[in-house]
């Protein structure tokens, strides 16, 4: 285990501290009862009652001379009484103290999981757009919701043992020492305590394995949760191709690789407990050829091998403890990996508010790279308040990137972006997003009502405003005809509209966010012609007034353009008006004149 990993999850336990220290006083309460208690019954209630007349006269506790000296007997004439009554007190205290431990500490644990949880997922909605391109949905959803169980796994499953077994192996020990150091000869009993450093080496070597073995089950879950996650999200495209039979082989194949993986866990996490009872037993056969051989008495005897067996359960429990951590180690290294990931773009310190902007924006030397290459290389450009600038270029050239420097999706190695003079470093990302507004190739919706997610562009925006940035969307008509109205739930991702809807609502939301800058990432590509030519006019009057970056392969959308930036392997090689940069480059003059039929 790395040094210091729990540190990490410490500041999730400050709302439980009184629980914990609740659960650690009945656990200590719980483990006196368990290990004292039972070897006095045997070893001392029991004789007093139905031993020999010597026995029956034999103090139940001598007390120490630091503790004053003196003796205590069993009420006399009350003996079988007290006999009787002394296990279930036992028990009962043993059974309410092991209740409330539990209790409370599995509230705690409780309570840390869902903070852990919580923190989760709020570092991944502050991470940078290069993570989640490097782990797949599925690994990502693992993380957040398997990986998790870790943390409940030590926390909740083992908290309670953690709290009450080292109290139990405390006392057990304690009281074999304390008996074995009064008794004639009985310094020799110690040696039967080896079993408790033997039962730790088992454990220790058994966890090793078992966190070797269970690091490699979760990434195989990781893999298996994916394949499902992409077999969920391509229903059309799986059945469009016949890949059924594809798709269930490759499930098998991960299946039974997580079992083969699993298979090897139970295999040594079962192992152990049977190992540690021929520990114990060997310890126990130690004690009686001890015993013999120094001629101690039958009770002596009885009571420490008593106490010792007593010890052996904590040490089997703890040992089952340490296994469960090395099991939920691999997970607390996945989740790691997500909440020490560093945040690339974040506000600084010293980061000021922003109000709304007029939408000026210019580009000062800018390189970026996702790696060692390039994406874009020393670009230098103005663009005015209100001006609509199209973008366009082969595929990589660098103009998605482009854009989504503008909204701080990443920070550029070199050079600043400015909006009205001030570098987006400068201000707060919250505020720099609020003027911006962003519809894209594939829209995304929520599984809620069409209301809720066009309204996600304000929220706190009323009904009235929501229904008149639909109608401005040219979605109102649409929207009335359903059965439900804005009150419809779209389904995951939208999946019960079609796309020009979907796209609509998207618009929609534009509307109603109002901000002055607008980014169109291809907005209409996904888009059969004839809902294209629909949806130009809403984006033509969505545009009108705003500084509006579009991301285009088909140039119906660009034909009222200002200007038309052309990229090309990470510049710009050409810059003006649409009529001028034809003229000029050769570049967009090809793809104007590939696309010039479908125009017409």
């Given amino acids: 285990m790395k040094s210091g990993r729990y540190r990490l999850y410490l500041t999730h336990l400050k709302g439980s501290r009184r629980l914990l220290l609740l659960a650690i006083i009945f656990g200590l309460v719980y483990g006196l009862a368990q290990s004292v208690g039972l070897p006095v019954l045997i070893g001392k209630i029991l004789p007093t009652v ?10 139940v506790v001598v007390f120490p001379d630091w503790l004053g000296g003196g003796a205590w007997h069993l009420p006399r004439g009350h003996e079988v009484a007290f006999a009787v009554a002394f296990l279930p007190a036992v028990f009962l205290v ?8 539990s209790y409370f500490v599995n509230l705690a644990g409780l309570r840390v999981v869902d903070s852990v949880r919580s923190a989760v997922f709020a570092k991944l909605q502050r991470l940078h757009l290069g993570f989640f391109g490097k782990l797949p949905t599925g690994d990502l959803m693992q993380r957040l919701t398997g990986d998790v169980q870790s943390v409940r796994m030590v926390l909740v499953d083992i908290s309670t043992d953690a709290i009450i077994q080292p109290f139990t192996l405390l006392g057990a020990v304690g009281f074999v020492v304390y008996r074995c150091l009064t008794i004639p000869g009985g310094g020799r009993f110690l040696l039967c305590l080896l079993v408790v450093p033997v039962s730790v080496f088992l454990a220790r070597a058994i966890g090793q394995a078992l966190h070797r073995r269970a690091t490699l089950a979760l990434g195989s879950a990781a893999d298996l949760n994916g394949i499902v996650v992409e077999n969920l999200q391509s229903p059309r495209e799986i059945r469009a191709y016949g890949l059924q ?29 049977p190992m540690l009872e021929i520990v114990a037993a060997a310890g126990i056969a130690l004690a009686v050829w001890i015993g013999a051989d120094a001629g101690m008495g039958y009770n002596d005897l009885l009571m420490i091998i008593t106490a010792i067996y007593v010890a052996y359960e904590p040490v089997k429990k703890l040992g089952r403890m340490n296994n469960l951590i090395a099991i939920a180690e691999g997970g607390l290294t996945r989740l790691e990996e997500v909440l020490l990931a560093p ?11 922003l109000g709304r902007v007029q939408g000026r924006l210019a580009f000062e030397g800018l390189t970026f790279a996702y790696g060692a290459e ?7 450009l103005a663009i005015p308040a209100g001006q609509s600038v199209a973008l366009v270029g082969p595929s990589g050239a660098g ?13 550029p190695q070199q050079g600043a972006i400015t909006v009205d003079g001030l570098d987006l470093r400068s201000v707060r990302q919250f505020d720099l997003r609020a003027n911006i507004a962003l519809v894209s190739q594939e ?11 066009i309204r996600l562009g304000r929220e706190g925006a009323t009904e009235a405003e929501v229904r008149a940035a639909a109608r401005l969307a040219g979605a109102l008509e649409f929207i009335e005809s359903l059965p439900e109205g804005f009150a419809t739930r779209v389904g995951e991702r939208g999946a019960r509209l079609s796309g020009g809807q979907r796209q609509r609502v998207s618009i929609a939301r534009a509307f109603l966010k109002d901000a002055p800058i607008l980014i169109l990432d291809e907005a209409t590509s996904a888009l059969d012609t004839e809902t294209e030519r629909g949806i130009q006019g809403s984006l ?16 119906s959308t660009i034909r009222d353009v200002d200007r038309v930036l052309v990229f090309e392997a990470g510049r710009v090689v050409a810059d003006g008006p649409r009529e001028e940069v034809y003229r000029s480059n050769e570049l967009f003059r090809r793809l104007w004149d590939n696309q010039s039929q479908g125009l017409g």
Avoid: C, W
């Avoid at 829209?443 to 997610?453: T, W």
């Fill in 50 to 59: 139905f031993g020999s007349p010597a026995e029956r006269a034999a103090p």
């Fill in 399 to 411: 103009k998605s990137t482009f854009v989504n420097l503008v909204p701080r999706f990443f920070d």
């Fill in 540 to 555: 033509q009057l969505l545009m009108k007034g705003r500084t509006t970056l579009i991301v285009a392969h088909r140039f």
């Fill in 245 to 273: 039979a594809r798709e269930e082989r490759r499930f098998g194949v991960a299946s039974r690789e997580g079992l083969r993986l699993q298979a090897k866990l139970a295999r040594y996490d079962k192992a152990l407990s």
């Fill in 94 to 101: 043993r059974g309410v103290s092991q209740f409330l431990a």
């Fill in 374 to 380: 390039p994406v874009l290389r020393d670009l230098t």
């Fill in 443 to 453: 829209p995304v919706l929520f599984d809620d009502s069409i209301l809720e997610n």
């Fill in 343 to 353: 945040v690339e773009v974040s506000d600084l310190p010293e980061a000021r508010p």
